[in-house]
C-alpha cells in the first residue's frame, strides 16, 4: 500500500518521471493520455529511485486485486463455489469458477472448473483462473494490430458527455451520443464518413458548414465528408442523439478538429 503527501508526490514525479507530469498536464484526454505513456508501476518508476521513502509495516490482510484470480478469492461463491458478477447463470457439474456478464445474458457452464468467463459487449474472455494474469498479453496483441478495442471502451467519457458505440463495422457505425447540458463538442470534419445525426432526447444547436440552426426530438440532419460540423446541447436537460457513420473507414482517428472549448489538440 502507498500513502503519498500530493506536494511530495508531485516533487518526486517531477524528479524522476517528467514525462509522465508532462502527459497529464496536457490539454489531451485521458484516453488519450494513457495510449502515450509508457506502461511502467509506481514501484519502478518512483519508489526505486526516490530516496524519500519510509516503511511502516501494517500487519492487516492485504491483496492488490492485479487479476481475476485474485478477486475469485475475495468475493462472496455460491453453492457451487462460483462467483457471479452481473449476470444469470446456470452451472451444470461446474465449480470454482468466476463469471461476468451482463443480466440480459444466460451463461450456461457444463462440466467446467476453476476458469474465468468474463462476456462484455466487445470481447469474451474465457481462461482458466490461474492464467488470468495473461490478458495483458492480449491488450499487447490488440495494440499491435492497432486495434481500438485496446484503448477505447464501448462508452467512451469525454469533457462534454460520452458517447456509446451500438454497432459497428468497417463501413459503418452507430452511436449513441450523450451531451450534458451546455456543453459543445468541437468544431470538426472527417475525410472518410458522413454522419446522420436523429435527436433522441433535448434540443441540439447544430454548426453544418457555414448554417446554425436547432433540432428537436425526432428530427435529424446529414452531414457530408471533409463538412466542418459542431454539436452543442443550449439546453437544461441532457442531449442525446443516434449518430450512424457511413464510409470507406469509420476509425475514431479520421477527425481534423478546428476549434475545442476545453483545449484539446
Known amino acids: 500500500m502507498f500513502l ?29 493520455i494513457y495510449s502515450d505513456i509508457s506502461a511502467i508501476s509506481v514501484d519502478y518508476g518512483l519508489l526505486e529511485k526516490s530516496d524519500n521513502v519510509a516503511v511502516v509495516r501494517l500487519d492487516v490482510k492485504w ?15 455460491d453453492e457451487f463455489r462460483n462467483v457471479e458478477f452481473g449476470c ?9 469458477n468466476i463469471i461476468q456478464s451482463t443480466k440480459e445474458k444466460v451463461v450456461s457452464l457444463i462440466d467446467v472448473d476453476n476458469m474465468v468467463v468474463v462476456d462484455t459487449p466487445d ?35 469525454r469533457p462534454w458527455g460520452s458517447y456509446a458505440v451500438m ?22 470534419l472527417h475525410h472518410h464518413r458522413s454522419e446522420h445525426w436523429v435527436m433522441v432526447t433535448g434540443t441540439a444547436c447544430v454548426h453544418v458548414g457555414d448554417k446554425k440552426f436547432y433540432l428537436h426530438q425526432g428530427e435529424s440532419t446529414f452531414i457530408s465528408p471533409g463538412v ?9 436537460f441532457a442531449l442525446e442523439i443516434i449518430e450512424v457513420q457511413l464510409g470507406e473507414y469509420v476509425g475514431e482517428d479520421d477527425i481534423l478538429s478546428f476549434d475545442d472549448d476545453y483545449g484539446r489538440v
Open 4 to 32: 503519498f503527501n500530493t506536494e511530495v508526490f508531485s516533487s518526486e514525479i517531477s524528479k524522476h518521471a517528467p514525462e509522465l507530469l508532462e502527459a497529464f498536464a496536457s490539454n489531451k484526454n485521458i484516453n488519450e
Open 63 to 77: 491483496s492488490d486485486l492485479g487479476n481475476f484470480d485474485a478477486m475469485y478469492n475475495e468475493f462472496e461463491k
Open 88 to 96: 444469470v447463470s446456470i452451472s451444470k457439474d461446474s465449480s470454482g
Open 123 to 157: 470481447a469474451l474472455l474465457v481462461c482458466p483462473r490461474s492464467s488470468s494474469q495473461k490478458v495483458k498479453d492480449i491488450v499487447g496483441v490488440l495494440k499491435d494490430r492497432n486495434d481500438e478495442r485496446a484503448s477505447y471502451h464501448r462508452t467512451v467519457y
Open 167 to 188: 454497432e459497428d463495422s468497417e463501413r459503418y457505425k452507430i452511436k449513441k451520443i450523450r451531451v450534458v447540458p451546455g456543453n459543445t463538442l468541437s468544431l470538426q
Open 228 to 236: 466542418k460540423h459542431r454539436l452543442s446541447n443550449p439546453g437544461k
